[in-house]
């Protein structure tokens, strides 16, 4: 959250932050740090000169004189890029006039446009007499950095010399050392003689909330707000043409009386619920990200397991080969660090970028939790609109398959030892066209039960509970079997490919990570996203076979019962990884087979009755 509640120009924690008319916050000196003013001749323009805010004569007084007045009616105009502070923001700083300019300026001449550039959207504004003191105070984000303070420096009271871990609790604070002492560190390393008897030794910082901390408490004695154009009168409504709070006296007197206006309570309750609403999304995203970085973490594990598992097949049979292999290993051995460094990059690549989304939604979380803490509607009426508007920009960057691996940790490599010895030069991987392969305990849901060395499959469960194959495909053309050993009740297995988080404890099919035909005794069904469709008759029974063809040649996949095509084929424009799949209950027990030709002749599939 800290990122937050820093100021974009200085980079520190906001001090007396305003709100600029963008929605975005700067500090009040870091507003005159960045302010333009620029006379209408042009005839004085002085140097730019990077003035630390507040610093130099009036200047901190003038820029407060300056205030917001739109170049046109949204209120932005162009952006100039001029310096750059610390923080990388380019600035200009307020510069007075030279001596006499004043008086060198034609009579008539109109007064100095000044103008105001957002750090971070790059809008600027025109300001007017009424000085910065026109823009609203984020009294909201005030108050969340002086708890975010105080915070931070009670967990930081602890003694900066203990050996111990974690170190105890400090006693005394030296001001004029500023280190922090327990006890026995304080008579050990400052004692009250020689140098050390003229140092003053204070308490150490109280926590928030504890007496004699300081500070103001969440619901603590902060003055209610009043308003900007009326210094005696509390906001009492909501102007919803300007969105800002309002006093009685601005709807009787001032700009808003015609405006559409609404009870301050009531909008407050509608923004908050709004925020808290979006919020939802995202913390749902959030988790999601977690989990899949979790998944992500597994993979690196397994890309180097399988890494390591191949170089030692390779240097196994190259060491068997005649001393003419030795060139021809090395390349080969080069070839798979490739693979494996390759995937290592993508995996880790995919974990930076998710992790510092995540970060940014932790962050803005943590932060719209903060402000919906706070009970002062109209200061966070003052911000609710950005903040709605940027947590559902969050939610929407967790686009449709950014939770996805973007490789799979199977290496599609083999080595085809038996070449003569005259062509051991070109001796290189070959992609492996008959794929071996069992289910995969590791994945499978709890309730799978797996035997004959994990190739037979059946479940404890009345449920459909999913189980996914040892190997992901994604190129080529594959073909499995599976046979059914056991069907009682006439339950419906399904059978088909999944990506490797699919859901585990329902129908395989049922969401969109998988595509599956699910069967009966008499018909079946293809099913992606829970949608149904291709009813064909013919089901199965005990001792039916279901083959599967997942050919990425042509991103298709085709089911076949005894022999026989089931329908057309199942599914088309199938893209990216994907792994053997089944689902079933305890009422069925299927056996894989695998490493099976690719079937040449495939009779007429049997036409759907819808």
């Given at each position: 959250?800290?990122?937050?509640?820093k100021?974009?120009?200085?980079?520190?924690?906001?001090?007396?932050p305003?709100?600029?008319?963008?929605?975005?916050?700067?500090c009040?000196p870091?507003?005159?740090?960045?302010?333009?003013?620029?006379?209408?001749?042009e005839?004085?323009?002085?140097p730019?000169?990077?003035?630390?805010?507040?610093?130099?004569g009036?200047g901190?007084?003038?820029?407060?004189?300056?205030?917001?007045h739109s170049e046109?009616?949204?209120g932005?105009?162009?952006?100039?890029?001029?310096?750059?502070?610390?923080?990388?923001?380019r600035?200009?700083?307020?510069?007075?006039?030279?001596?006499?300019?004043?008086?060198?300026?034609?009579?008539?001449?109109?007064?100095?446009?000044?103008?105001?550039?957002?750090?971070?959207?790059?809008?600027s504004?025109?300001?007017?007499?009424?000085?910065?003191?026109?823009?609203?105070?984020?009294?909201?984000?005030?108050?969340?950095?002086?708890?975010?303070q105080?915070?931070?420096a009670?967990?930081?009271?602890?003694?900066?010399?203990c050996?111990r871990s974690?170190?105890?609790?400090?006693?005394v604070?030296?001001?004029?050392?500023?280190?922090?002492?327990?006890?026995?560190c304080?008579?050990?390393c400052?004692p009250?003689?020689?140098?050390?008897?003229?140092h003053?030794?204070?308490?150490p910082?109280?926590p928030?909330?504890?007496?004699?901390?300081?500070?103001?408490?969440?619901?603590?004695?902060?003055?209610?707000?009043?308003?900007?154009e009326?210094?005696?009168?509390n906001?009492?409504?909501y102007?919803?043409?300007?969105?800002?709070p309002?006093?009685?006296?601005?709807?009787?007197?001032?700009?808003?009386g015609?405006?559409?206006?609404?009870a301050?309570?009531?909008?407050?309750?509608?923004?908050?619920?709004?925020?808290?609403?979006?919020?939802?999304?995202?913390s749902?995203?959030?988790?999601?990200?977690?989990?899949?970085?979790?998944q992500?973490?597994?993979?690196?594990?397994?890309?180097?397991?399988?890494?390591l598992?191949?170089?030692?097949?390779?240097?196994?049979?190259c060491?068997?080969?005649?001393?003419?292999?030795?060139?021809?290993?090395?390349?080969?051995?080069?070839?798979?660090?490739?693979?494996?460094?390759?995937?290592?990059?993508v995996?880790?690549d995919?974990?930076?970028?998710?992790?510092?989304?995540?970060?940014q939604s932790?962050?803005?979380?943590?932060?719209?939790l903060?402000?919906?803490?706070?009970?002062?509607?109209?200061?966070?009426?003052?911000?609710?609109d950005?903040?709605?508007k940027r947590?559902?920009v969050?939610?929407?960057?967790?686009?449709?398959?950014?939770?996805?691996?973007k490789v799979?940790?199977?290496?599609?490599?083999?080595?085809?030892?038996?070449?003569?010895?005259?062509?051991?030069?070109q001796?290189?991987?070959?992609?492996?066209?008959?794929?071996?392969?069992t289910?995969d305990?590791?994945?499978a849901?709890?309730?799978?039960?797996?035997?004959?060395?994990?190739?037979?499959?059946?479940?404890n469960s009345?449920?459909?509970?999913?189980?996914?194959?040892?190997?992901?495909?994604?190129k080529?053309?594959?073909?499995?079997e599976?046979?059914v050993?056991r069907?009682?009740?006439?339950p419906?297995?399904?059978?088909?490919?999944?990506r490797?988080?699919v859901?585990?404890?329902?129908?395989?099919?049922?969401?969109?990570?998988?595509?599956?035909?699910y069967v009966?005794?008499?018909?079946?069904?293809f099913?992606?996203c829970?949608?149904?469709?291709?009813?064909?008759?013919?089901?199965?029974?005990k001792?039916?076979?279901?083959?599967?063809?997942?050919?990425?040649?042509?991103?298709?996949?085709?089911?076949?019962?005894?022999g026989?095509?089931?329908?057309?084929?199942?599914?088309?424009?199938?893209?990216g990884?994907?792994?053997?799949?089944?689902?079933?209950?305890?009422?069925?027990?299927?056996?894989?087979?695998?490493?099976?030709?690719?079937?040449?002749c495939?009779?007429q599939?049997?036409?759907?009755?819808?």
């Amino acid at each position: 959250m800290e990122e937050e509640l820093k100021c974009p120009v200085c980079g520190s924690l906001f001090r007396e932050p305003i709100i600029l008319p963008c929605s975005h916050n700067v500090c009040l000196p870091c507003a005159r740090t960045i302010a333009v003013q620029t006379p209408e001749s042009e005839q004085h323009l002085p140097p730019l000169l990077h003035r630390a805010a507040g610093g130099g004569g009036g200047g901190g007084d003038h820029a407060d004189k300056l205030s917001l007045h739109s170049e046109t009616d949204s209120g932005y105009g162009s952006y100039t890029p001029s310096l750059k502070s610390p923080n990388g923001v380019r600035v200009l700083p307020l510069v007075p006039a030279p001596p006499g300019a004043a008086a060198a300026a034609p009579r008539g001449a109109g007064p100095a446009s000044s103008s105001l550039t957002c750090p971070q959207c790059h809008r600027s504004a025109s300001l007017d007499q009424r000085g910065l003191r026109g823009f609203q105070r984020n009294r909201l984000l005030e108050a969340i950095v002086q708890r975010y303070q105080q915070g931070r420096a009670a967990a930081a009271a602890k003694c900066q010399l203990c050996d111990r871990s974690p170190p105890e609790p400090a006693a005394v604070l030296c001001e004029q050392c500023e280190v922090l002492y327990c006890g026995p560190c304080q008579l050990r390393c400052h004692p009250a003689r020689g140098p050390f008897a003229k140092h003053r030794l204070a308490p150490p910082p109280a926590p928030p909330g504890a007496p004699g901390g300081g500070g103001k408490g969440a619901g603590g004695g902060r003055r209610l707000p009043t308003c900007a154009e009326h210094d005696l009168e509390n906001y009492s409504m909501y102007c919803v043409s300007c969105r800002s709070p309002v006093c009685y006296r601005c709807l009787e007197e001032g700009q808003h009386g015609k405006h559409d206006v609404k009870a301050l309570g009531a909008m407050w309750k509608q923004h908050k619920a709004q925020l808290s609403q979006a919020l939802n999304g995202v913390s749902d995203k959030a988790k999601e990200a977690k989990e899949f970085l979790v998944q992500l973490k597994n993979l690196l594990q397994q890309i180097q397991e399988n890494g390591l598992d191949y170089e030692a097949c390779l240097v196994a049979q190259c060491d068997a080969l005649v001393d003419a292999l030795t060139r021809q290993k090395a390349k080969l051995l080069t070839k798979v660090t490739k693979e494996r460094e390759h995937k290592l990059k993508v995996v880790w690549d995919q974990i930076n970028h998710c992790t510092l989304k995540l970060r940014q939604s932790t962050g803005l979380m943590e932060y719209c939790l903060e402000v919906i803490k706070e009970n002062d509607p109209s200061g966070f009426l003052q911000i609710s609109d950005a903040l709605i508007k940027r947590v559902q920009v969050s939610q929407e960057q967790w686009v449709k398959g950014a939770l996805e691996p973007k490789v799979s940790a199977e290496f599609d490599l083999t080595l085809d030892s038996e070449p003569l010895l005259q062509s051991i030069h070109q001796l290189d991987f070959i992609q492996m066209k008959l794929a071996w392969f069992t289910f995969d305990p590791s994945s499978a849901h709890r309730d799978i039960v797996l035997s004959n060395d994990n190739q037979t499959a059946t479940c404890n469960s009345y449920d459909d509970r999913v189980v996914l194959g040892t190997a992901a495909f994604s190129k080529g053309i594959h073909y499995w079997e599976l046979h059914v050993d056991r069907y009682d009740n006439h339950p419906d297995p399904a059978f088909g490919i999944a990506r490797i988080n699919v859901v585990k404890d329902m129908m395989l099919g049922k969401d969109d990570k998988a595509w599956a035909m699910y069967v009966d005794n008499n018909r079946s069904w293809f099913m992606h996203c829970n949608s149904h469709t291709n009813r064909t008759e013919g089901g199965v029974s005990k001792g039916a076979t279901v083959g599967v063809l997942l050919d990425l040649n042509k991103h298709n996949l085709t089911f076949y019962i005894n022999g026989q095509q089931q329908g057309p084929p199942a599914f088309e424009n199938i893209e990216g990884v994907f792994m053997p799949a089944l689902s079933l209950n305890r009422n069925v027990q299927v056996t894989l087979h695998t490493g099976l030709e690719v079937p040449q002749c495939v009779k007429q599939p049997k036409l759907p009755n819808n």
